[in-house]
């Protein structure tokens, strides 16, 4: 009898065990990053938790780091700070469940409204609306700068702050091809430079019959770059921000008639011509035959002289590309084509392209204000986040460019820290790995480049969503063919999508479109 | 009933309704103590979240949460109507999944006889491990093998037909062949790790009656078909009336890597998994894809109700409830 006693008690503890495990495993909040194993515990030191986009870091430089900046933390601020890392896999749902969650475990969020979802976010209630008082108090020199350079219209929704724009960093994310001067030379263009999206065809017919190993352009999968950097250079059209159909955006305006919402998709012959010129390549064997469902990793092709040509923006270009392409195919004499380079349209990175917003769960507001004026404005903190420990990170040269230890491998040893909610450019270095040319670069583009004109514009898109899905249902099933030119009749291809196009409610979301612009346009006094 | 119990229940005053509930969940507290894990898992996974299924007849906001957000009817389902696409949908959908589900069983019935059959234990083992193998492949990897072996420019199989003076055949252009490819790398992937439940179901099968029917003179071919497939079969309905409520899930993970966006495919490869992810994926839209998670679930519950129906007239025993 005894022993049957046992055994049940036995059994129930086992079972009570394991039904506690379970629940234990679904309350355990993330991968969330404490840089201190006593954080937290002690009474004054408010642990906050930002989040960041990214591939969480393994190699423990990361922590190293955190050690050290949240000593700085816990006497300036009596805080310390965790990251949490959303990372790149399937990063679209992620972030935006994370949010959704809205549980408090995190209190700064890495945002941008024309990728990472900021105004969307902000109407659904996300996002702390941070008010005047609060910033002035918690984040002065925060509010100061932004204030100084007049941005804070740029993160007003009904009249409220609601995140803190990295308005005072440069970088280009203007998208272009990157291609090899050495062979651009040989193939007839004076000094290696093209200057035109149809030259390419000249180059690309070069490779094809010069370089037998090589791709002329190897690219893979979701690319749109044909069409798209097409579209760019031969119509004024600017792409409006922050209403994707899937994982595209037609709506446009034209410079030429700036508050008029259209677009080359459903209108005029000039995605026709992209289309016969992605035909032309295609038959040519620009790229593989199964592009479509290549996964290849190309940028790696391209420094292997794999690939005649690989495509992404002028960041990529300068911070990466020139650095590895001079040392991996020594002579290659790397170049950049930018879209819009023929006509001049091309557009400064929006000062809201990174942000900071405090969520609307989080229990320490305040305190993740000071902390984020201290990491975007404190230079010892900035580093420390920005570019790691000094000696085992990077080093500083005698003329103070950034440049890394002895056997470090940017590939394994990277610190990922990932802040690019709130850089600035007085606290960064030229890096030594930096194309010598950066700033000239850059200063090019400023000369070219207008500011994107429609920053403030909120879309209100309850009443269109299931419009916009079933759009992009549409183009996910033709634009891919047609960028990889794979119809054998474009112009029929063309025909049937715009049909399509309709029948799903073009017509509908663009007017629903178009009154936002109108309000907003003459709420601006611009129309 | 013993004797004892008899003769208690024939003193006591017939126990209410309360009380005999009450007497039996008394008598078998070891039994739902040890069901308790599993209770706790379907409450919290699989009932708790239940309610806020809600999300796909409302436009959801954070500040006003899943319940307090504007009701807005079917507006989450339109898109799926709207497309013109549902039908097509629907129609791959629960193709695959017939085939998966029937092929899939068969091939797994089909390899554990052949194991069972098997009399070298090391050759037993060795095969059944290889077999096992695939099972734990991600599906990304398998998405890259296929396209190693089937594209156009590298491909090993293009590369075959090549030496053996063929032409090349641009398999990813050719919509009518991937129904057979994708089923092929389904039962790849799935069937060494399925047949294992056929095998224990062959194990637990009454050893005398092997032992009659080789008195009896029976051939190997006879033991398979007049015992072993014949006890097999209420495991293999059972397997059947669970998947049947997954029919209308696609498997997303292997179609995604195997197609991707490759919309010359679409005709004969696009699942509703496949689809809605291409339309919502940046639309930060949780109500869309909630409505079409509901749509699946609920045409998945009427369809096991359904089939329990017909398996219970037919033969009660053979029913899950």
Redesign the interface.
Known sequence: MKRRTITKAGAVAATLALSSVALAACGSGGDSDGGNADGGASGDITPITMLVLGDKPTNGRLEAMLDELNANLREQAGAELSLYYVEWADWQTQYNVQLLANDGSVDLVTTATDWLFAWENAEKGAFLPLSEDMLKENAPKTWEQVSASGDWDLTKLDGEIYFIPEDNYTQYTNHGFFYRGDWAKEAGFANGEITKFEDFTQYFQWVKDNQPEAYPWDVAGANMAALTGYLQGHTDAITLQGVATGNYSIFETTKSDPYTISSNFMEGDALLEAAELAKEWNDMGVWREDAINYTGDTREEFYAGLSGADQHHTQTFLTQIVNNMTTKQEGSGPKMFYFGQENGNIFKDLKTHGAMAVSAASKNPEKALQVYDLIRNDQTDYDLLNFGIEGTDYILTDDGKLDYPEGYDSSTDALGSNFWGGRMDEYEYDKVTDAPNKWETYEALDAVAEDYPYETLVFNKDSIDSSLATIGGVLSTYLPQLMYGKFDDPAAAIEDMRAELAAAGYDEVRESLQADMDAWASEQGLK | MTAATAVLTELEPPPTRKQTTMRRLKQSR?LI??C??AL??FL??AYGPMPGSWIAFT??????GIFGSPFVGM??F??LI????LWLLTRNTILYNLAFIVLGNISQIALAIMLNEMRMKYFKKISQTIMFLPYFISVVLI??IA?NL????TGAVNALIEQFGGDPV?I??AAGIWPLIIILFFLWQSTGYGSIVYFAAIMGIDSTMFEAAAIDGASAWQRIRYIILPSLKPTFIILLLFSLGGIMRGNFGLFWNL??????L?ETTDIIET?VY???????????STAVGLYQSLFGFALVMLCNWIVRRMNPDYALF
Request: net charge positive; glycine share 6%.
């Open positions: 070891v103590v040890m308790l894990p706790i898992y919290v996974f436009n959801y906001n954070y500040r006003d507006k989450n339109e898109f709207q497309s013109g696409q998405g890259v396209f089937l594209n156009y420019d641009k990813y252009s197609i991707g966006n490759n919309a010359v679409f689809s291409r339309m919502i994926v940046s639309q930060n839209n949780f109500t869309s």
